[in-house]
């Protein structure tokens, strides 16, 4: 990314984080909070709950549409979802496509970037945000059938997904949001029109999309690498090899 800039400016990566949670014991009262960080702070001080290297940037809303179709009650969620972190981020995208003049802590003028460089969510969120269907991969353009092979995908990138947008839009010319949403399946689409990364500068949905630790490292591990090599090895012969560690 840094060679993409012009000479002597400073890259600031933003890291944006979102986790729907729920915020009460009874009942069904949720909040989905918008997290902001800089890839330039260290990772040390990043895991560091106290040092506050993450801000709350917005509370993204929890609607509840009325459609009587639930699929596309989802696709509603998920068009705000992108319309809403569009109007908060429009600042770091204008400063990542023409840059703008910041102070340092010591008071000195840098000419800055605000690219984003990761996205953490969990593995659903993942999919919202990339904008395709849950039975694809979120950062390379490998469907279902194909996880696992050996062959290398082509990654999913902002060009990509564009090109996939404008087929769609030019397969249906009507408003109609069931038929646009029929028309996106068949590109593994999610029926999000305008992605709120799509007219960022310097983004690669295949880039940004980073893992996420408990999804991705732990859950995958337990739930898949540690039966498969259970079942090679054995589980006492697995349990003596983890106790030479």
């Not at 984080?17 to 800089?38: C, F, M, W, Y």
């Not at 509370?59 to 699929?71: A, D, I, Q, S």
């Not at 109007?87 to 995208?93: R, T, Y």
């Amino acid at each position: 990314l840094q060679d993409a800039l012009p000479d002597g400016a400073t890259l600031l990566g933003v890291v944006l984080s979102s986790d729907k949670t729920h915020i009460t014991q009874v009942g069904n009262r949720q909040a989905h909070p918008l997290l902001i960080s800089l890839a330039n702070i260290s990772a040390d001080v990043c895991r560091k709950g106290s040092t506050k290297s993450y801000v709350l940037l917005a509370l993204l809303p929890v609607p509840r549409f009325v459609h009587p179709n639930k699929r596309l009650r989802g696709v509603l969620a998920s068009r705000l979802l992108h319309q809403v972190i569009s109007v908060v981020v429009k600042p770091l995208k204008m400063a990542a496509e023409v840059g703008r003049m910041m102070s340092d802590p010591v008071g000195n003028l840098k000419y800055c970037f605000t690219p984003l460089v990761a996205y953490i969510a969990d593995t659903p969120e993942q999919h919202v945000i990339a904008c395709v269907t849950n039975n694809v991969s979120a950062v390379s353009m490998a469907v279902s059938n194909q996880f696992g092979d050996p062959l290398h995908c082509a990654a999913r990138t902002t060009s990509k997904t564009r090109q996939l947008l404008i087929a769609v839009k030019r397969e249906t010319r009507a408003r109609n949001l069931s038929s646009y949403f029929q028309a996106c399946r068949k590109w593994q689409l999610n029926g999000v029109a305008s992605p709120f990364w799509l007219d960022w500068a310097l983004v690669e949905p295949s880039s940004f999309l980073t893992p996420e630790v408990l999804h991705h490292f732990f859950k995958m591990f337990w739930d898949h690498d540690r039966k498969w090599c259970s079942r090679m090895l054995g589980a006492d012969e697995l349990d003596f090899r983890f106790s030479l560690l």
